[in-house]
């Protein structure tokens, strides 16, 4: 299984990016996706979560309102559309596969999550 996460960029505060996650090696469709981050000299953050069909999604208190997590199956896809970026917004940005379950759920806690992706760095600047 590859996760392969990329978008990530340096802007000003007030900006926006889209992350996307291209996965393969895995029936895409069948696992819910995690966004996580990790900012320099703390542990890894829940982001957001998205069910198998997209049909159920979860934020972590700091970002709802500020990011969308989506994704296209056809294209084996997760994105983060991240807005109204903040300074303390600025981390390395993880992508991950749930394990598997044989039902509509998503998932909120890192131990959960099988397959990581190798991160893309999100840089806010005032």
């Known amino acids: 299984v590859q996760l392969q996460a990329s978008g990530g960029g340096s802007v000003q505060a007030g900006g926006s990016l889209r992350l996307s996650c291209v996965a393969s090696g895995l029936t895409f469709s069948l696992y819910a996706m995690g966004w996580f981050r990790q900012a320099p000299g703390l542990e890894r953050q829940f982001v957001a979560a998205i069910s198998r069909s997209g049909g159920i999604t979860y934020y972590t208190d700091s970002v709802k309102g500020r990011f969308t997590i989506s994704r296209d199956n056809a294209k084996n896809t997760v994105y983060l559309q991240v807005n109204s970026l903040k300074p303390e917004d600025t981390a390395v940005y993880y992508c991950?596969?749930?394990?598997?379950?044989?039902?509509?759920?998503?998932?909120?806690?890192?131990?959960?999550?099988?397959?990581w992706g190798q991160g893309t760095l999100v840089t806010v600047s005032t």
């Open positions: 991950a596969a749930a394990k598997f379950v044989s039902y509509e759920r998503l998932f909120i806690k890192s131990i959960d999550y099988d397959h």
